[in-house]
């Protein structure tokens, strides 16, 4: 479809100040800042719904699906599976209904870009579900929703009773022959329940356990149904995909081609929404290209470390990432060949700045805690493992830990990778072992110290120690 991309600078920042112009992109946030992005008038007036009503009315589905593999979107919500090539595997061939599903779950610590998607511009996720239900040709789609999320699943529920209302959705969309359904389903607060498995589960009214995969929800998702799950930010994209046609979104972040025959080298493709947390002066989310460097993102978007200190680590997408050290932040751009390289993922899009005064051990206290919180309970190594770690961290922290801590902690972590029917165990692992490997010195200080050293000096100086910033 024609239509340049805006490639202009945009507002940045969750929290209303404003980075530098030129460091930012508009697909997702082009129209976020006016005070009634929310509604349907709003939406309407920058075109809205038009991008949804050509595709159902000059478009065959396959041809869609054709335009999402061309941009090279890959899913936002954790993995960065391509979204075209995901589409595909739905089984057109099958007698079972397909369904779409929109994961609006949120949960991962440090992760809120979903949140500002649903609260500002809740029209474009459905204008994104009705492309998408027609794409990969289901009638009936959900949207599933973290329990907490009052506020957004109020502004969603308006704007879906706006859009059946308009007969964008219902029977005959657009005054096609094509109908589709669209349900909003409410979660109760479980962390785990935003892994596509066990989302359905509770979507089909079931205790929220993951599966194993195979089979994978593509065939045998919803009702054991062909099933497509997406990222609340994914699904958000796709508008601007068929406004603009998904070569424009490709010439957006960083592609290397491969060798003759060989895969590319770097395919990151389009924007980010990054949510900025932590020891920054102005945290928020922030709309980047793939490509941006890490340390831009700290320094010009989200105003640098905060009380003039210096940085000592990024966590790059979400807690459960492993931990980077600055001087690795340094030297890595957001591309997901980047994150591969240093050993890390881009998952969630969450990144938090830790500054040097940060306690290393307390901070992995913290984030165990929410695992062993959030294990489903279901395979005894997550069950068990991920509290035993927590357990030993924490007494690590209190000054009562000792040397043999160490092994143990990585033969529980080697017991647990891999022995488990989702990956929520990885989810604890992965953070632990980078901690354990990138700040030693700190873990082995706390046992000599008998405790956290600043803590010591903290009460021989009066001081107080640093806050935890997640
Ligand atoms: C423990 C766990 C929690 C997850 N939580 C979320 C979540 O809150 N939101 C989300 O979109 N994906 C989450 N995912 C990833 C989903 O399982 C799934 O891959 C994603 O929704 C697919 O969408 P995408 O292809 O658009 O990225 C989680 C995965 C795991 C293992
Ligand atoms: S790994 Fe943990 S969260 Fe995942 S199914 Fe097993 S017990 Fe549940």
Redesign the pocket.
């Known amino acids: 479809m024609p239509g340049a991309p805006p490639r202009t600078a945009q507002r940045g920042g969750s929290g209303g100040r404003h980075p530098p112009e030129e460091a930012l992109m508009k697909v997702l946030t082009e129209y976020l800042a006016h005070p009634e992005s929310h509604t349907l008038a709003y939406y309407e007036s920058h075109g809205g719904y038009e991008t949804a009503r050509k595709a159902l009315t000059q478009l065959a589905p396959a041809d869609v699906v054709a335009e999402v593999k061309a941009s090279g979107l ?8 391509p ?1 075209g090539m ?1 589409w595909g595997f739905i089984p057109q061939g099958s007698p079972k209904p397909k369904y779409l599903v929109v ?6 610590p440090g ?1 809120f870009k ?1 949140r500002l998607l649903l609260e500002k511009d809740p029209h474009a996720i459905l204008e994104g579900v009705i492309i998408s239900a027609y794409a990969i040709g289901a009638h009936w789609s959900a949207i599933y929703i ?1 329990g907490e999320f009052a506020r957004q699943h109020a502004i969603l529920e308006t704007a879906i009773n706006e859009a059946y209302a308009r007969g964008y959705l219902g029977k005959g969309v657009f005054g096609t022959d094509y109908d589709l359904d669209l349900v909003l389903h409410r979660g109760a607060g479980a ?9 359905l589960s509770s979507l089909e009214g079931k205790r929220g356990y ?1 599966k194993l995969k195979p089979p994978f929800p593509a065939t045998h998702g919803a009702w054991e149904s062909p099933t497509c ?7 958000a994209t796709i508008p601007w995909i068929l406004r603009h046609g998904g070569s424009e979104y490709a010439k957006i972040g960083v592609f290397v081609p491969g060798e003759e025959g060989k895969p590319p080298k770097v395919d990151s493709r389009g924007t980010r929404l990054m949510c900025v947390s932590g020891h920054v002066n102005n945290p928020g989310v922030f709309e980047v290209e793939l490509g941006t460097p890490i340390i831009d993102v700290v320094e010009k978007l989200a105003g640098g470390v905060w009380k003039g200190r210096k940085l000592k680590a990024v966590i790059p997408g979400g807690s ?1 990432t492993p931990i980077l050290t600055a001087e690795e932040a340094g030297q890595m751009c957001l591309t997901y060949e980047d994150c591969a390289k240093f050993k890390t993922m881009f998952g ?1 899009g969450g990144l938090m700045v830790i500054d040097e005064q940060q306690c290393m051990v307390r901070l992995l206290e913290v984030l165990l805690h929410f695992y062993a919180h ?1 294990s489903c309970g279901q395979c005894s190594p997550c069950r068990e493992g991920t509290d035993w770690l927590y357990q030993i961290v924490r007494r690590v922290e209190a000054g009562r830990g000792e040397a043999e801590d160490f092994k143990t902690i990585e033969e529980l972590c080697n017991n647990m990778e891999g022995r488990t029917v ?3 165990a990885a ?1 604890a692992t992965m953070p632990t072992t980078s901690y354990l490997a990138k700040f030693r010195d700190e873990f082995l200080a706390h046992v000599a110290h008998k405790g956290c050293p600043q803590r010591v000096a903290a009460t021989v100086h009066g001081a107080a120690p640093a806050a935890v910033g997640v």
């Open positions: 890959r899913g936002r919500g954790g993995a960065g599976f979204t995901k994961n609006a779950d949120e949960s991962e992760t979903d973290r962390y785990i329940c935003g892994e596509e498995t066990a989302l993951p799950v997406n990222n609340v930010e994914t699904i459960s969630s959030e989702c990956p929520l989810a």
